[in-house]
């Protein structure tokens, strides 16, 4: 599955920070994180919490309106929460490049310069 492949990935990644996957078995992404959090304040398990969230900027504005707004509203249900951070990462559609292409345009452009 693709959390196993994750889990595989970063585990290989090795930096030393762990990685927990909050399943939903509903598609439901806030609720079962902000209870995952809630749980780790009442267990006293944490000092400070992290939750790293995906932000989709899409290619046009007029696109906004297609995607969710998850991001946002996970920041503001931890706005008032100490020892929380929410850090989104913008993930740009249709920009992303893999390393291997890349590395292989690198190549190519120094091939050429030869």
């Known amino acids: 599955t693709q ?14 920070v762990e990685l927990v996957v909050v399943a939903s078995p509903y598609r439901s ?13 009442r267990e006293g398990s944490a000092d400070l919490v992290s939750v790293v969230v ?13 995607h969710n707004q998850t991001a946002l509203y996970l920041k503001t249900a931890f706005l008032f929460k100490p020892n929380v951070v929410v ?4 993930f ?5 490049h ?10 190519t452009l120094e091939e050429r310069a030869s």
């Open 54 to 66: 995906p932000e989709i900027i899409p290619n046009h504005w007029w696109e906004h309106a297609l």
């Open 3 to 16: 959390t196993e492949q994750m889990r595989t990935a970063w585990a290989a990644w090795d930096i030393g």
């Open 98 to 107: 893999r390393w291997r292409d890349i590395m292989d345009h690198d190549e």
């Open 29 to 41: 992404v806030i609720r079962p994180i902000v209870e995952y959090v809630d749980m780790l304040e």
């Open 92 to 96: 740009h559609l249709g920009r992303s």
């Open 87 to 90: 850090t989104a990462v913008p």
